[in-house]
């Protein structure tokens, strides 16, 4: 067996193609950052997912979002709830990310395909209003402090899950 010295580790571009394009939509609520937007949009680049909506006065910051800033769709609206009705006309599983008394866990939620993964706001989270018109909440664990992960940390943490499961689209 060949010791570790004798492998020659080369950088790459990894693409992994998806075999179909990914039914997973990011909608977020007003946010105070355009860095955790511009976050968002480059993981979403990274994930294959090619639509995020955003609300309020919403700017992506292109040295941050990098190639994700041309290859997502960014929609930019006043408000969430409208959209979120347009999205369960379409057919998509509203899913917020947040902490509440009946959100399930992330590690163990079983998406569907067709999801729209509902963010919320850094400091307020999501609001009743919209967590009313969601099918699901799922939350990710915390063993310590502060009781939340940022918002750009924990919506790559419930991507990479959505990705987990549907691994080529």
């Given at each position: 067996?060949?010791?570790?010295?004798?492998?020659?580790?080369?950088?790459?571009?990894?693409?992994?193609?998806?075999?179909?394009?990914?039914?997973?939509?990011?909608?977020?609520?007003?946010?105070?950052?355009?860095?955790?937007?511009?976050?968002?949009?480059?993981?979403?680049?990274?994930?294959?997912?090619?639509?995020?909506?955003?609300?309020?006065?919403?700017?992506?910051?292109?040295?941050?979002?990098?190639?994700?800033?041309?290859?997502?769709?960014?929609?930019?609206?006043?408000?969430?709830?409208?959209?979120?009705?347009?999205?369960?006309?379409?057919?998509?599983?509203?899913?917020?990310?947040?902490?509440?008394?009946?959100?399930?866990?992330?590690?163990?939620?079983?998406f569907?395909?067709?999801?729209?993964?509902?963010?919320?706001?850094?400091?307020?989270?999501?609001?009743?209003?919209?967590?009313?018109?969601?099918?699901?909440?799922?939350?990710i664990?915390?063993?310590?402090?502060?009781?939340?992960?940022?918002?750009?940390?924990?919506?790559?943490?419930?991507?990479?899950?959505?990705?987990?499961?549907?691994?080529?689209?």
């Open positions: 067996m060949p010791s570790m010295n004798e492998f020659i580790h080369e950088r790459h571009k990894p693409l992994s193609p998806l075999d179909r394009p990914r039914e997973l939509v990011i909608a977020c609520a007003p946010l105070r950052s355009n860095i955790n937007l511009s976050r968002i949009v480059r993981l979403a680049g990274c994930s294959g997912v090619n639509r995020v909506i955003a609300c309020g006065t919403a700017k992506v910051i292109g040295k941050i979002a990098r190639d994700g800033a041309d290859t997502v769709e960014i929609e930019v609206h006043r408000t969430l709830p409208p959209v979120l009705k347009d999205l369960r006309r379409e057919g998509y599983q509203l899913v917020g990310l947040e902490q509440t008394t009946s959100s399930q866990n992330l590690h163990t939620f079983k569907q395909r067709r999801t729209a993964l509902v963010i919320g706001n850094e400091r307020a989270g999501i609001t009743d209003e919209i967590l009313a018109l969601l099918d699901s909440v799922v939350e664990p915390v063993w310590g402090l502060p009781y939340s992960y940022n918002v750009a940390t924990a919506t790559t943490m419930a991507m990479y899950e959505y990705c987990k499961q549907f691994p080529t689209g």
